[in-house]
């Protein structure tokens, strides 16, 4: 069973920064895709960056590319997102998701959230 926990979240001013974590435990195999999702107040979660662990390979979703990285300490396993440039509109919570085989945007494993908050 893989555990996923979120930790990084607060409150930044527009155009700062935040790194997002997520440990996870259990197995991640080469074939499992990594991904950060959000959703905000009154919308839905929507995929935000994702990243397949045999090559590292990401995706990004057009809101966030070339502002966010997501990336992934294999030793330590444990995903990061770091987000730059932060808007008023990145406001929301983030979740950290796996998904057994294959990168979609439909998860097999999802933790419960660390909250980000973007002051204008």
């Known amino acids: 069973q893989v555990q996923l926990v979120e930790s990084g979240g607060g409150s930044v001013q527009a155009g700062g920064s935040l790194r997002l974590s997520c440990a996870t435990s259990g197995y991640i195999g080469h074939r499992y895709c990594m991904a950060w999702f959000r959703q905000a107040p009154g919308q839905e979660r929507e995929g935000v960056a994702r990243l397949y662990v045999g090559t590292s390979a990401p995706f990004y979703t057009d809101s966030v590319r070339g502002r966010f990285t997501i990336s992934r300490d294999n030793a330590k396993n444990t995903l990061f997102l770091e987000m730059r440039g932060l808007k008023p509109e990145d406001t929301a919570m983030y979740y950290c998701?796996?998904?057994?085989?294959?990168?979609?945007?439909?998860?097999?494993?999802w933790g419960k959230g660390t909250l980000v908050t973007i002051a204008s």
């Open positions: 998701a796996a998904r057994r085989d294959g990168c979609t945007w439909d998860m097999d494993y």
